[in-house]
Structure formats: structure tokens, C-alpha cells
């Protein structure tokens, strides 16, 4: 662990997002982030006197720096009630951004991690407003839309799953459904005569 991973920064009080932000880190590499619950998760929660509850933000290190809370380049941003917890499964691909970064072909020494911490109980609250204002100004809540464990991540959660199927009667019958569904979706579109931009915005032009 760096000296950095254990730098938390203090925040005074401030009107909307910031006054629900207690502390924070500086961003750090993944794998110099404490996590789980060693010794060195419970040191850091002792020192900045946070229970663990907040909102964690995830980008890529060529993306440095990012010096605002929202920024174009954040490319995740969740909650927990504790962070140092629910960061594990980013590194072993139990979480959603962990399956899309593997899917990606990005190791973890290329990305970074930042913690915003909050009272127990307002990391729900914190998130939603950090989600607001991404999508008020990119049109979207962060960056990377596939790693979402909700609909918009379902390719990537279904591209994860296929790589745990070694039935290969089974994965006949997924690419057939797959042409099925793909065939529904394009003549949809055929008949709401919107089929080119409907490519278009798939596929590029």
C-alpha cells in the first residue's frame, strides 16, 4: 500500500453535493487501494473517522487527472455501505464494471479508484445526485453504460455468462436465439421505418 492510498482529505461543509461529502481520497491505483478488511481498511476508517458509507468512482489511468466530482472521463460510479467491501468484486469480476473491464482487455494496474465518503445512510443520496449531474452534463450517469448491472449492462452480464458455458449444445441454441432476437430488433425498426439511424447509432455509419 502507498503513502497516497492513505492520504484521505477532509472537506468542509458546502452547499448541495459537496456538504453530503464528509472525506475523500485521492484517486489511486486499484491495487494500492485498501480494500476488503485487512488492517490497513480499518487504520484508514480510524484515521478520517468514516464509517465506510459512500460512493466510489472508477477511471482509467490515462485518464488522469479528473479533479472534479463529476467529470467526462469517470467511467463508474456506485455506492456502499461500505466501499472497502464492495470494491473487491471489481478486482475478482463479481461486480459489473470488474466483468466490462475484463471484457475490455484493461488489467487492474490501469485503473484508478477514488472514495467519496458520506454518513451512513445518504450513499444512496450521494449517488443519485452524482448521477444527476453527470447525466445534466454528458447525457449519461458515467461513462461506461455496459457496466451497469441493470439493462444497460446486460451485454456485458450475458458475454460473462458465455464465458462459463462449456456446453456446446447450448451455446447452438444461444446463437440461434441471439439471430432470432437480432432479426425481431431489425425488423422493428424496418416497420417504424427508422432502420438506418436505428444501424446507425449500433453499428456507426
Not at 7 to 26: D, F, G, H, M, R
Not at 55 to 69: G, N, S, T
Not at 74 to 80: D, F, K, N
Request: hydrophobic share 35%; with cysteine.
Amino acid at each position: 500500500m502507498t503513502k497516497e492510498a492513505t492520504n484521505v482529505t477532509k472537506l468542509a461543509n458546502a452547499p448541495s453535493t459537496e456538504s453530503l461529502i464528509i472525506a475523500q481520497t485521492p484517486w489511486t491505483a486499484y491495487n494500492d487501494m485498501p480494500l476488503g478488511t485487512k488492517k490497513s481498511v480499518r487504520d484508514m476508517k480510524d484515521d478520517s473517522e468514516v464509517s465506510g458509507a459512500g460512493v466510489y468512482q472508477i477511471a482509467m489511468k490515462k485518464d488522469m487527472p479528473v479533479d472534479k466530482l463529476v467529470a467526462e472521463n469517470i467511467g463508474y460510479i456506485g455506492m456502499g455501505v461500505d466501499v472497502f467491501k464492495r470494491c473487491t468484486g471489481i478486482r475478482t469480476g463479481k461486480h459489473a464494471c470488474g466483468k466490462m473491464l475484463k471484457h475490455m482487455g484493461v488489467g487492474m494496474d490501469d485503473v484508478m479508484i477514488r472514495f467519496l465518503f458520506t454518513e451512513k445512510g445518504k450513499e444512496s443520496t450521494l449517488e443519485g445526485m452524482l448521477h444527476k449531474q453527470m447525466n445534466k452534463e454528458f447525457g449519461y450517469r458515467y461513462k461506461w453504460k455496459k457496466a451497469s448491472g441493470g439493462i444497460s449492462g446486460i451485454g456485458t452480464q450475458i458475454v460473462d455468462m458465455l464465458d462459463k458455458c462449456d456446453q456446446p449444445a447450448e451455446l447452438v441454441e444461444i446463437i440461434t436465439k441471439s439471430k432470432e432476437r437480432f432479426t425481431e430488433l431489425m425488423l422493428e425498426q424496418a416497420i417504424a421505418g427508422d432502420l438506418k439511424s436505428y444501424v446507425d447509432d449500433n453499428f456507426g455509419e
